[in-house]
């Protein structure tokens, strides 16, 4: 009878155990660093794509050297670095906005292209991209 309780007993420890030493988001944590770390990769290459707009002009035109210039480009545009984070407000727009939302006002207006529908992986991309150039140290 104590040595079936005690046989009972470790198999609980050892099953409670497995289940604590197995991390079981590793892989996904892996894979999810990939995801963003993808969609980065893709965001800056939109970056620089002219066939976002009708006007010839990419987002570097005047948020220049991809987001990071220090200098006022065309029409007073800065880089990113720094800044505050959004949601703020948008004086352009004479309103609140998300980063999603300015980034798609850059499209329609200065670029003069079809706003992307909210789940489209370009908006994502793009602006998971300009978010790393907010967040990044230099
Ligand atoms: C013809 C110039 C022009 C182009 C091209 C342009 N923008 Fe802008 N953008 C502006 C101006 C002007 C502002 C307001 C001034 C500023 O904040 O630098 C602005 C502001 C922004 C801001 C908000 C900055 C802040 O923190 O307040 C973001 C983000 C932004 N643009 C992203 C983009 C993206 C992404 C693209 C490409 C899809 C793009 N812009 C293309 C002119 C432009």
Redesign the pocket.
Known sequence: MMRKMITLFALVVAFALSYVLTDVNAVDKTAMKKALKDSIVNGAK??VDAS??T?G???N???MEMGRSKKK??????G?VG??P?P?F???AGRVMT?EQ??Q???V???KGKPLVWDDQRLTD?TAY?NSI?TSKK
Request: charged share 15%; with cysteine; net charge positive.
């Open positions: 939109l970056y976002l707009g006007s002009k990419t987002c035109t005047c948020h480009g065309m029409m007073g545009t800065r990113f800044r505050d959004f703020k948008f004086p352009m980063l300015v980034v006002f850059c499209i207006t200065p670029l793009l300009v907010y």
